[in-house]
Nanobody, 126 residues
Framework: QVQLVESGGGLVQAGDSLRLSCEAS????????MGWFRQAPGKEREFVAA????????YYADSAKGRFTISRDNAKNTVSLQMNSLTPEDTAVYYC???????????????????WGQGTQVTVSS
């Protein structure tokens, strides 16, 4: 059983940067591919970014490409999401998720992730 705890959310202004972190416990962290998802008010949760278990491959939603960077530190059991040039459209609750590295299917599919954090709120004011 893997537990995930996100941190780093907050209130920022448009154009600012924010770095989210997710700390994992209860499992072998480098056995898991990791993802970030977000849910804006009144909208469904959507894929943001993902990184493979060794960090060799990353995947991004179109909305995140060029602005967000996902990374991981397997020694510290953490995955991070660096978010730059934030806009009000990035306002959402951001969730960290884990899927076993042997799992198949698109990294964008929420159903492929077995473990989820509780989320951290990111609010971007205009």
């Amino acid at each position: 059983q893997v537990q995930l705890v996100e941190s780093g959310g907050g209130l920022v202004q448009a154009g600012d940067s924010l770095r989210l972190s997710c700390e994992a416990s209860g499992g072998t962290f480098n056995n898991y591919n990791m993802g970030w998802f977000r849910q804006a008010p009144g909208k469904e949760r959507e894929f943001v970014a993902a990184i493979t278990w060794v960090g060799s491959n990353t995947y991004y939603a179109d909305s995140a490409k060029g602005r967000f960077t996902i990374s991981r530190d397997n020694a510290k059991n953490t995955v991070s999401l660096q978010m730059n040039s934030l806009t009000p459209e990035d306002t959402a609750v951001y969730y960290c998720a884990a899927r076993h590295f042997l799992g198949s299917g698109s990294f964008k599919l929420q159903s492929r992730y077995a473990y989820w954090g509780q989320g951290t709120q990111v609010t971007v004011s205009s």
